[in-house]
């Protein structure tokens, strides 16, 4: 896509995860690409989170409310964090670009309307644990260093 003479941009979209990641939503990685006539270029990477196509997964994960919970730790558990570590930024947890609601009424909306939109943590270098090994004690044990205020581990 080309506007004007200056800037081209490119849209790439994947599937976020592969079967057996246990994600309970569809997911997406959406990377633009921006080229500007002086052959600079920006790349933006974002994960997305929608609810299921699935219509029964697309019930359970809106019955169970895990999405508005996991909106709600983005917008105020790791919003707090942030306040109370203002000197120290917390380096592992993704930024939050947009979210939005749609409830499901029957015969009106099915609540595919609902995203979370993320950075992409793959493009600063986070994996997924291997499904088979899960985490070792290691990773485990790091992992919650990074989060002293809510655990005993130190």
């Known amino acids: 896509m080309t506007f004007g003479s200056t800037v081209k941009m490119h849209v790439k979209v994947e599937s976020g995860s592969t079967l057996g990641d246990n994600f309970k939503r569809d997911t997406f990685i959406v990377t633009v690409r921006l080229m500007q006539r002086d052959t600079r270029a920006k ?31 983005y917008h105020n558990f790791f919003r707090l964090l942030r306040e109370i570590h203002e ?27 609902t995203c979370t939109l993320l950075e992409n943590p793959k493009a600063e270098g986070y994996l997924m644990a291997d499904k088979l090994e899960g ?20």
């Open 43 to 73: 790349t933006l990477s974002t994960f997305i989170k929608v609810l299921p196509s699935n219509f029964l997964f697309r019930e359970f994960v809106n019955e169970s409310r895990v999405h508005k919970r996991e909106i709600n730790m």
């Open 87 to 113: 000197d120290h930024p917390i380096p592992d947890v993704p930024d939050l670009y947009y979210t939005h609601i749609e409830d499901i009424v029957p015969g009106e909306t099915d609540g595919l309307g």
């Open 135 to 154: 985490a070792d004690y290691r990773h485990c044990h790091v992992a919650l260093l990074h989060w002293p205020i809510i655990t005993p581990l130190r």
